[in-house]
């Protein structure tokens, strides 16, 4: 059974940093891309950053600067370091795994605010 488990989200002051983590298992792992999305009330899902299984990476315009995104396959594990937090960064954020399936977490939500 594949699960990806998503931990870390919380309320953040603007300025502040978050840490996410996603756990998977059921899969072997380091074939996957690893992608976070995110999707804020009202508004479609978007890609948020991503990391191949090569390890490549790439990042919304959004994010870009300002969040990174990392692997440890040896513990199948994928992190989202987020830095300097904006309102409009508000969202609930998914874990995604992708290779010749999609597989998706649950979600946790990542609320920015005063």
């Known amino acids: 059974q594949v699960q990806l488990v998503e931990s870390g989200g919380g309320l953040v002051q603007p300025g502040g940093s978050l840490r996410l983590s996603c756990a998977a298992s059921?899969?072997?792992?380091?074939?996957?891309?690893m992608r976070w999305y995110r999707q804020a009330p009202g508004k479609q899902r978007e890609l948020v950053a991503l990391?191949?299984?090569?390890?490549?990476?790439d990042y919304a315009d959004s994010v870009k600067g300002r969040f990174t995104i990392s692997r440890d396959n040896a513990k199948s594990m994928v992190y989202l370091q987020m830095d300097s937090l904006k309102p409009e960064d508000t969202a609930v954020y998914y874990c995604?795994?992708?290779?010749?399936?999609?597989?998706w977490g649950q979600g946790t939500q990542v609320t920015v605010s005063s």
């Open positions: 059921g899969i072997t792992f380091s074939f996957y891309s």
């Open positions: 990391i191949t299984d090569g390890v490549s990476t």
């Open positions: 995604n795994a992708f290779w010749q399936r999609n597989y």
